[in-house]
T-cell receptor, first 112, second 108 residues
Framework: DGGITQSPKYLFRKEGQNVTLSCEQN?????MYWYRQDPGQGLRLIYY???????QKGDIAEGYSVSREKKESFPLTVTSAQKNPTAFYLC???????????FGSGTRLTVV | KNEVEQSPQNLTAQEGEFITINCSYS?????LHWLQQHPGGGIVSLFM???GKKKHGRLIATINIQEKHSSLHITASHPRDSAVYIC??????????FGTGTSLTVIP
């Protein structure tokens, strides 16, 4: 079955460490997105990529980095520069035709 | 001010009740989405609509473009419908605005 796989589901990080969240899709979707979700707030866009080797900053990109070396993969690195990294992170993808989104199951990151 | 407002924030219903969740938006949109987020966190896309009405099983979504308003209805609600329902609007292909969600609990 096609879909998006995010791993791990839960992640703990010590302050000052970088950590990378994985997002893989086998839907042959062109565009991929990373969102952050905090309690009581809507999803906020961190980064997005419309094609391989290209990505754009979203509304809250500071302290995050991404890469898009393959169409299937869009990993997100939460760097030590991110002041408030504890959150739920969702990856999504979309075909270039239409506006339908597919979401992953999310990664809950906790900084300890 | 949020571009997307949902109401109510929290909703508790008895099994079998008819449920309505409302969404208002303030921007011009290409499409409106209703999403369902279960306690584990994963999100499922329920509907994408740009006009009229769509139905899938016990779920019905309507949109009024002139009034910038959409509703999600659940008929004959069931405890397994308990989830957070999120309204989102796409302005361009890559620009989305999300509501903060409506937390629904259906009691047996």
């Amino acid at each position: 079955d096609g879909g998006i796989t995010q791993s791990p589901k839960y992640l703990f990080r010590k302050e000052g460490q970088n950590v990378t969240l994985s997002c893989e899709q086998n839907l042959n979707h062109d565009a991929m997105y990373w969102y952050r979700q905090d309690p009581g707030q809507g999803l906020r866009l961190i980064y997005y990529s419309q094609i391989v080797n290209d990505f754009q900053k979203g509304d809250i990109a500071e302290g995050y980095s991404v890469s898009r070396e393959k169409k299937e993969s869009f990993p997100l690195t939460v760097t030590s520069a991110q002041k408030n990294p504890t959150a739920f992170y969702l990856c999504a993808s979309r075909t270039s035709v239409g506006y339908g989104y597919t979401f992953g199951s999310g990664t809950r990151l906790t900084v300890v | 001010k949020n571009e997307v407002e949902q109401s109510p924030q929290n909703l508790t219903a008895q099994e079998g009740e008819f449920i309505t969740i409302n969404c208002s938006y303030s921007v011009g949109i290409s499409a409106l989405h209703w999403l369902q987020q279960h306690p584990g966190g994963g999100i499922v896309s329920l509907f994408m609509l740009s006009s009229g009405k769509k139905k899938h099983g016990r779920l019905i979504a309507t949109i009024n473009i002139q009034e910038k308003h959409s509703s999600l209805h659940i008929t004959a609600s069931h405890p397994r419908d308990s989830a957070v329902y999120i309204c989102a609007v796409s302005v361009t292909g890559n620009q989305f605005y999300f509501g903060t969600g409506t937390s629904l609990t259906v009691i047996p």
